[in-house]
């Protein structure tokens, strides 16, 4: 693991949450990707989110639907919405 793979990782992972945050804008979902790099959470509210209490908004069913059907269709993450992007 080198400099410059962690760069190209965090780049990915930036690219990846744009395009989520796209694509719930675009179907207009109540949905915002943060994070840094590859590491990254959703969170289905459309109030701003600017500091960890602003996340307070996400209902808990939302984020169990959620995890349930990313898990259906062959994807790992932590149930709260925790994502490490890792290709």
Do not use: W
């Amino acid at each position: 693991f080198t400099p410059e793979a962690a760069q190209a990782l965090s780049a990915t992972g930036e690219r990846f949450k744009a395009r989520l945050n796209a694509i719930g804008e675009r179907q207009g979902v109540p949905v915002q990707t943060t994070g840094v790099g590859s590491i990254l959470c959703m969170h289905f509210q459309s109030a701003p989110i600017h500091e960890p209490d602003d996340t307070g908004h996400t209902p808990a069913a939302a984020r169990a639907l959620f995890h349930l059907e990313m898990l259906a269709r062959g994807f790992y993450l932590a149930r709260r919405g925790f994502i490490a992007r890792c290709r």
